[in-house]
T-cell receptor, first 114, second 109 residues
């Protein structure tokens, strides 16, 4: 595997389910990010981790819970989501610490909440 | 007011045309400016970035930044069908980082 990988690529869940998104970076980078991409809207930065420590949390609802066990892996735990949470969730990493200009993105997880 | 404004298009041009994509912003704290390209069913990839006003060229692509007008542009010369994608501007500084909505571009052979 190279670059940034995300699993699953597609996920359909009900509002009462609990699921997790996984991201892994194979680049030896020091920072990792979660973004939400909705149609006709800018990418929304959700969380930033530098060296496994969360440094940014842009007023994201508590139904989204990130976890960064080491500098290569990032998870987004989901529970009691709403239909408006349906979107493409992108993971990214960067060599430089958080909010770096050069970020490497994974292909995303397409989430549908019924 | 949005931090970054970008016309979503869609923009459709014939092969070989010069394409101009633009973004405006309101925050004077922004110090670095990027253009990302996103193909269908892929994540964005960095195309160009710059820290200063002026032009930066890379092959058929030229990024232009005018900090006094808070305006950035991406020019694509001799556009190719493989340039068909969504182009996202992004900018950061002052512990902030924002993307535009993206402009969808189709280059018709």
């Amino acid at each position: 595997e190279t670059g940034v990988t995300q699993t699953p690529r597609h996920l359909v869940m009900g509002m009462t389910n609990k699921k997790s998104l996984k991201c892994e970076q194979h680049l030896g980078h020091n920072a990792m990010y979660w973004y939400k991409q909705s149609a006709k809207k800018p990418l929304e930065l959700m969380f930033v981790y530098n060296f496994k420590e969360q440094t940014e949390n842009n007023s994201v609802p508590s139904r989204f819970s990130p976890e960064c066990p080491n500098s290569s892996h990032l998870f987004l735990h989901l529970h009691t989501l709403q239909p408006e949470d349906s979107a493409l969730y992108l993971c990214a990493s960067s060599q430089d610490k958080g909010l770096a200009p050069h970020q490497y993105f994974g292909p995303g997880t397409r989430l549908t909440v019924l | 007011q949005k931090e970054v404004e970008q016309d979503p298009g869609p923009l459709s041009v014939p092969e070989g045309a010069i394409v101009s994509l633009n973004c405006t912003y309101s925050n004077s704290a922004f110090q670095y400016f990027m253009w990302y390209r996103q193909y269908s069913r892929k994540g964005p990839e960095l195309l160009m970035y710059t820290y200063s006003s002026g032009n930066k060229e890379d092959g058929r692509f030229t990024a232009q930044v005018d900090k006094s007008s808070k305006y950035i542009s991406l020019f694509i010369r001799d556009s190719q069908p493989s340039d068909s994608a969504t182009y996202l501007c992004a900018m950061g500084g002052g512990n902030q980082f924002y993307f535009g909505t993206g402009t969808s571009l189709t280059v018709i052979p």
